[in-house]
């Protein structure tokens, strides 16, 4: 049982549409993180986020953590089919310092 | 290029067999972090080192093993392997050894194939 449950599994949209990914846990986190990962390569940081109600923007990218810091979202506004990965959500609770990630959300863009 | 450097990039061998990983971290960084990530179980941590010092330990079988040396760079050995232990393993290094905010630097990884 994973910890960060990410939904949904899979999703395939058109070169122009909007779209959410989500990352709840029933645990609290002192931060989450989201990562962006490409076929053949290691996960990268896209963004950290430590405050509940938080929202970040970067570009077309929008992560919101949740009031009581145990959920996020990330919504990309007019996909491009350079967003195609998979997106993990990573999650660190200080009771045993331990980072853990969702199972993640493969994204595909169609052009 | 997140500045983590992995080797092997690939690596095939046959059950039984006891292969080595290894890993020099960010200019800089402190800590080494693995992950083996396969397709049903998603990124899965295994062992945190800092400074040398074994930190955290997660899902980390006892046929696998661990070891970061004096000039930072980090090891991991898998032993007595199954098909089962065929999977990506990612090294991740972060400054610090207090994971303060979880943010971390990954390789390219190293994927294992056991025939």
């Known amino acids: 049982t994973q910890l960060l449950e990410q939904s949904p599994q899979f999703l395939s949209i058109q070169e122009g549409e909007n779209l959410t990914v989500y990352c709840n846990s029933s645990?609290?986190?002192?931060?989450l993180q989201w990562y962006r990962q490409e076929p053949g390569e290691g996960p990268v940081l896209l963004v950290t986020v430590v405050t509940g109600g938080e929202v970040k923007k970067l570009k077309r990218l929008t992560f919101q953590f949740g009031d009581a810091r145990k959920d996020s979202s990330l919504h990309i506004t007019a996909a491009q089919p350079g967003d195609t990965g998979l997106y993990l959500c990573a999650g660190l609770t200080l009771r045993d310092y331990k980072l853990s990630f969702g199972a993640g959300t493969t994204v595909t863009v169609r052009a | 290029d997140s500045g983590v450097t992995q080797t092997p990039k690939h690596l095939i061998t046959a059950t039984g067999q006891r292969v080595t990983l290894r890993c020099s971290p960010r200019?800089?960084?402190?800590?080494v972090y693995w992950y083996q990530q396969s397709l049903d179980q998603g990124l899965q941590f295994l062992i945190h080192?800092?400074?040398?010092?074994?930190?955290a330990k997660g899902n980390i079988l006892e046929r696998f093993s661990a070891q970061q040396f004096p000039d930072l760079h980090s090891e991991l050995n898998l032993s007595s392997l199954e098909l089962g232990d065929s999977a990506l393993y990612f090294c991740?290094?972060?400054?610090?050894?207090?994971?303060?905010?979880?943010?971390?630097?990954f390789g390219e990884g190293s994927r294992l194939t056991v025939l």
């Open positions: 645990s609290v986190f002192s931060s």
């Open positions: 991740a290094s972060s400054r610090s050894g207090g994971l303060d905010t979880g943010e971390l630097f």
């Open positions: 080192y800092y400074n040398g010092e074994e930190r």
């Open positions: 200019s800089g960084d402190l800590s």
